[in-house]
Structure formats: structure tokens, C-alpha cells
């Protein structure tokens, strides 16, 4: 849907994506959030299965795609389990780019209890990485998949 969207940039390889998908299939791909210009070190392990199709709602998925999204997503969880997470969670928020993606974000031992799902990242010893940490990352991720 042209160069305008983030998502479909990322998909068509237009984006480097540190250590590559780590699953896909005709429907649905995988990867680990890259290094943006407003997120130059993402939350080690936040990952995302996004559609091929620009789509924008969740209710726009076809059956095929939202069971390719929801394989995806088990599949990146088991990973991200075996990589230290104890908890994955999983979330649609839909309101930043138009093209359906979703969140997959590990929550790792030792968050205080209480915490909310989404400020697991900002806790002080919440892992962050640059390109080269991230494909290190994916690089154990895929071992698991
Ligand atoms: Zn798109």
C-alpha cells in the first residue's frame, strides 16, 4: 500500500529487520521490532505478526489470516518462553500505523508484581537493544522454533 506505511515497508524488506523474520507464511509475517528513529533500542523480545494484506482493523482479517496471526503468535511464544519469559502478552492496540500488527511482549522474571503489561519496558533493568543485540536475540529465538 505504497511507502507511506510502515508495516507493509517492513514486509516488503524495505526496512532492516536485525536477524530477519523469524516466521511467515502467505498470510502473516513475524520479526522482532527493528530500531526506529523514535525507538532506537527496543524492548528485547517485542515482537510482531503482521499481516501481508494492509488491512487496518482486526475485524478486517480473513479466517485464513487471522489462523496464520494467531500460529504466528504461538509460535514466537513458545520462543520468547524458552528465552526467559515468563509471561507473553499478547495485544491489537490499533492505534498508531493502519495496518494490522500484533504485539507479542515477554514479561521477564523479576517484575514487580503489580506492574502493568505495557510498563514492563520501562522498568530500570528491562532489556533494550541496539540491531546488533536484537539479532543476537533472534538468532536464540529461532533455535526455538
Ligand atoms: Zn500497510
Redesign the pocket.
Known amino acids: 500500500?505504497?511507502d507511506y506505511?510502515?508495516?507493509?515497508?517492513e514486509?516488503a524488506g524495505k526496512i532492516e529487520i536485525p536477524g530477519g523474520l523469524l516466521w511467515e507464511d502467505d498470510n502473516a509475517v513475524a520479526f522482532h521490532l527493528p530500531p526506529l528513529d523514535d525507538n532506537p533500542r527496543p524492548y528485547l523480545g517485542h515482537c510482531m505478526v503482521v499481516t501481508r494484506?494492509?488491512?487496518d482493523h482486526v475485524g478486517d482479517l480473513t479466517v485464513a489470516e487471522a489462523e496464520s496471526v494467531a500460529r504466528g503468535s504461538r509460535k514466537v511464544a513458545v520462543g520468547l518462553r524458552a528465552e526467559g519469559a515468563e509471561r507473553v502478552h499478547v495485544a491489537v492496540i490499533g492505534l498508531g500505523?493502519?495496518?494490522f500488527h500484533q504485539h507479542l511482549y515477554p514479561r521477564y522474571p523479576g517484575v514487580p508484581p503489580g506492574t502493568p503489561w505495557m510498563a514492563v519496558d520501562e522498568l530500570p533493568n528491562a532489556p533494550h537493544g541496539d540491531a546488533q543485540q536484537i539479532a543476537a536475540f533472534v538468532e536464540r529465538l529461532r533455535a526455538h522454533l
Open positions: 500500500m505504497g506505511c510502515l508495516v507493509c515497508r514486509v494484506r494492509h488491512i500505523v493502519e495496518h
